[in-house]
């Protein structure tokens, strides 16, 4: 969605001519705005936020023949238009009926597990040294170590390609902590709209073996 179309909404028209806010107006307008928003969204003048009434989810219901969303925030707020990096889905084909029949949206944030791993050592060493409670800095401290060895950055992928990691990863015994990619799940997943991904035990090892070997070795995933 460009700045000119969301400039163009009923939601951003209803803000300019309500501003400035006082601080009395400001809680009394709160509902009024959200529910402009909403609408906005709901018709399909903004497309960067998504809902259970949006011109994509009625498209989505009448595919599926199903009217109950199971949708988490991550869906809620990306766009209508959202492509997932890993499988290249859209959002119409990323949906699924759930086994209570419903209809599965959810996205996922996909990350590296070093940080956990980090942390791991660093509480061990906490208990050896008698403490047991880690402070907000050290606590801070570890996560930044962790983003820093990270084999890569945060991403939102759809639920199924994070569902795939975890599955790859019972199936080839991958070390504690151990996580793959997008561009290795990519690798080792059959791809099919509106299903889950199946996942290619053979691939998956051979990415497996891949990255364990190009590990730099500075804390082990099996910590």
Not at 36 to 47: C, H, K, M, P, Q
Not at 61 to 85: R, T, V, Y
Not at 147 to 171: G, P, R, S, W
Not at 190 to 207: P, Q, T
Request: some cysteine.
């Amino acid at each position: 969605m460009s700045i000119a179309d969301f400039m163009d909404s009923r939601y951003w028209q209803w803000y300019v001519s309500h501003k400035p806010f006082s601080f009395e107006q400001e809680q009394a307008l709160q509902q009024e705005a959200l529910n402009v928003l909403i609408d906005s969204v709901n018709t399909g003048e903004i497309t960067a936020l998504d809902g259970v009434q949006t011109p994509l989810s009625k498209q989505i219901k009448a595919h599926h023949g199903l009217d109950d969303f199971e949708m988490n925030s991550n869906w809620l707020l990306s766009a209508q238009d959202w492509i997932c990096p890993c499988c290249m889905r859209s959002k119409f084909q990323i949906s699924r009926a759930g086994k209570r029949g419903q209809i599965l949206a959810k996205l996922v944030v996909h990350h590296d597990h070093m940080s956990e791993a980090i942390q791991a050592a660093f509480n061990e060493a906490f208990e050896s040294a008698g403490t047991n409670v880690e402070q907000v800095e050290g606590l801070r401290l570890v996560e930044r170590i962790g983003k820093a060895f990270a084999a890569y950055e945060e991403v939102l992928i759809c639920e199924d390609c994070n569902n795939a990691d975890t599955e790859a990863k019972k199936q080839v015994l991958s070390p504690r902590y151990f996580s793959f990619s997008i561009g290795q799940i990519k690798q080792f997943i059959n791809i099919k709209d509106h299903h889950s991904h199946r996942v290619d035990a053979a691939k998956a090892e051979d990415r497996k073996s891949t990255r364990l070997n190009s590990s730099h070795g500075y804390i082990s995933y099996a910590v």
